[in-house]
């Protein structure tokens, strides 16, 4: 199994552009989200999904988009970045809640993304 | 509203014991976490607690769980430079589903 999956590692933005981070996971997890970590503030949750076609913000979603049209696959779009995206993005996968094959409720994060907007 | 709070840093000597503190907030959090981040790396669930149990240990770490002051341990005995690392506390949002809420971290330093 991969796991959870993040393209790309690494990436430079000018501010306006848009981009989008992918994220791929192959464990067949129904939750989905985006984490954004900052120096001194850990993780911030950006957006989550509990399925296919399910999508719900987090604490700070302004700014992103995301969509869910497969289990797998949850995209995380920056429509026009700014600098205050700067930061490094992981996204992480989970069984739902009551869990399905493990009772631990373990998030499984991918290695991040780091975006850089200038 | 939810929060977990966190010291940022902590320096121990190696072989000496390590403790990283933590205190959250939602009382009726049923799932609370240890996460390890290794330098450029994602984060790896170290160990975790029900809210039913007061104590539980695995090999090295010990979780120790007080839920009348809201405050969650992380002990690492015989701390090694391998544990250098940032550790994350996190409780499970009591809302429902899978949604985490993390503390900022506390970065362990272990030094000879």
């Known amino acids: 199994n991969a796991g959870v999956t993040q393209t790309p590692k690494f990436q430079v933005l000018k501010t306006g552009q848009s981009m989008t981070l992918l994220c791929a996971q192959d464990m067949n997890h129904e939750y989905m989200s985006w984490y954004r970590q900052d120096p001194g503030m850990g993780l911030r949750l950006i957006h989550y999904s509990v399925g296919a076609g399910i999508t719900d913000q987090g604490e700070v979603p302004n700014g992103y988009n995301v969509s869910r049209s497969t289990t797998e696959d949850f995209p995380l779009r920056l429509l026009s970045a700014a600098p205050s995206q700067t930061s490094v993005y992981f996204c992480?996968?989970?069984?739902?809640?009551?869990?399905?094959?493990?009772?631990?409720?373990?998030?499984?994060f991918g290695e991040g993304s780091r975006l850089t907007v200038l | 509203g939810e929060d977990v709070e966190q010291s940022l840093f902590l320096s121990v000597r190696e072989g000496d014991s390590s403790v990283i503190n933590c205190t959250y907030t939602?009382?009726?959090?049923?799932?609370l976490y240890w996460y390890k981040q290794e330098p450029g790396a994602g984060l790896q669930l170290l160990t975790y607690?029900?809210?039913?149990?007061d104590m539980k240990q695995d090999q090295r770490l010990t979780v120790l769980l007080n839920k009348k002051d809201k405050h969650l341990s992380l002990r690492i005995a015989d701390t090694q430079t391998g544990d250098s690392a940032i550790y994350f506390c996190a409780e499970r949002f009591s809302g429902g589903y899978n949604k985490l809420i993390f503390g900022a971290g506390t970065r362990l330093a272990v030094h000879p």
């Open positions: 992480a996968s989970s069984y739902s809640f009551p869990d399905r094959g493990s009772n631990t409720g373990e998030l499984f």
């Open positions: 607690i029900f809210s039913n149990m």
């Open positions: 939602d009382s009726s959090s049923t799932y």
